[in-house]
């Protein structure tokens, strides 16, 4: 199993920045991409941001230029730096790996317990 522990959420006024970090534990084998959802009320999840490990970077369009995404594969991390934030980005924010347990095992998805981010005056 693997376990994501996330940490950085908050309340923050428009305009403002907040750093999202999640680290993955637990049988890792390897890690095929990281990344960030989220799902603001009456919302569905929807894609933040994710990193493969060749380095494809992939973010939604609402977001493009506003948050950056970062991985550091040796301590099997991901950091989202949220800038000029937004009422709209309310939401809990969810971590995301999809990793292998072991040599020729298939790769699943794991999800971390949410983080709450309020964007409000």
């Known amino acids: 199993q693997v376990q994501l522990v996330e940490s950085g959420g908050g309340l923050v006024q428009p305009g403002g920045s907040l750093r999202l970090s999640c680290a993955a534990s637990g049988r890792i084998f390897s890690i095929y991409a990281m990344g960030w959802y989220r799902r603001a009320p009456g919302k569905q999840r929807e894609l933040v941001a994710s990193?493969?490990?060749?380095?494809?970077?992939n973010y939604a369009d609402s977001v493009k230029g506003r948050f950056t995404i970062s991985r550091d594969n040796a301590k099997e991390t991901v950091l989202l730096q949220m800038n000029n934030l937004k009422p709209e980005d309310t939401a809990v924010y969810y971590c995301?790996?999809?990793?292998?347990?072991?040599?020729?095992?298939?790769?699943?998805?794991?999800w971390g317990q949410g983080t709450q981010v309020t964007v409000s005056s």
């Open positions: 990193k493969r490990t060749d380095g494809f970077t």
């Open positions: 995301y790996t999809r990793a292998a347990g072991g040599l020729g095992s298939a790769y699943n998805d794991y």
